[in-house]
């Protein structure tokens, strides 16, 4: 398990637990855990739940939570 911090748009952090060997994360936010699955991806990486994803490549990350405006994130 490699777990990284993200400084994110509107002045949020986030943490993610990626277990790469299920082909799973944990998206940490506000204090709550979403669980989310790998997906397939052409280049970087996708983890979902359906209304949950992110995406990134390198050290950006793409938050989606619901309907919520995308938040934008770089690794720490």
């Known amino acids: 398990m490699r777990e990284v911090a993200y400084q994110c748009s509107r002045g949020e952090t986030v943490q993610v637990r990626y277990h790469t060997a299920e082909e ?7 204090g709550q855990a979403i669980s989310l699955k790998q997906q397939p991806s052409g280049s970087g990486f996708i983890y979902s739940n359906g ?4 995406r990134g490549k390198g ?18």
């Open 24 to 30: 799973r994360a944990e998206l940490v936010r506000e």
């Open 59 to 76: 050290n950006a990350l793409t938050v989606e939570i619901g309907r919520m405006v995308p938040l934008q994130c770089q690794a720490r």
């Open 51 to 54: 209304p949950n994803t992110i």
